[in-house]
């Protein structure tokens, strides 16, 4: 078996359900990832991918670059999964022989107390951009 070389332990629900649900020990916890890897390789390879060639992207890595990419979702035309059209807006703009980790969600701060300060420092514009609120702000993490 390939080795793991990420697991998405904080986000994932359905491993803690499980287990508490189905009363999973830790050796069936174990064996489950171990199948779900397996068909995530299955997976891959049809699409001709390497999972290991993956690896710099899945790792912490000490050279690593990262930027956080902001699309306002009031000008995407999918108003119920605004992140469809941003995310494909980012893969047209990447070059395909790049291997890129890639995190998205929208950016939550209801009373727009914390999210415009930190992009009135942080943000470089690379576009006209003007939210009407940093909370219709989707954001796509992206790190090699």
Request: positive net charge.
């Amino acid at each position: 078996m390939a080795c793991i070389h990420t697991l998405n332990a904080r986000g994932n629900v359905m491993l803690p359900v499980m287990r508490e649900h189905c009363a999973w020990t830790d050796a069936r916890t174990f064996r489950e990832i171990q199948r779900f890897h397996s068909d995530l390789l299955d997976v891959l390879r049809a699409k001709r991918i390497d999972y290991a060639s993956l690896r710099s992207a899945l790792t912490p890595q000490s050279t690593k670059h990262e930027a956080a990419f902001l699309f306002d979702e009031q000008r995407c035309e999918n108003k119920f999964a605004p992140g469809v059209e941003c995310a494909d807006a980012l893969f047209k703009a990447l070059d395909p022989r790049t291997t890129h980790s890639i995190l998205g969600g929208e950016l939550i701060d209801d009373r727009d107390q914390i999210a415009r300060a930190l992009l009135r420092r942080s943000a470089v514009v690379a576009k006209d951009l003007n939210f009407k609120h940093p909370c219709f702000c989707y954001v796509l993490y992206v790190n090699n």
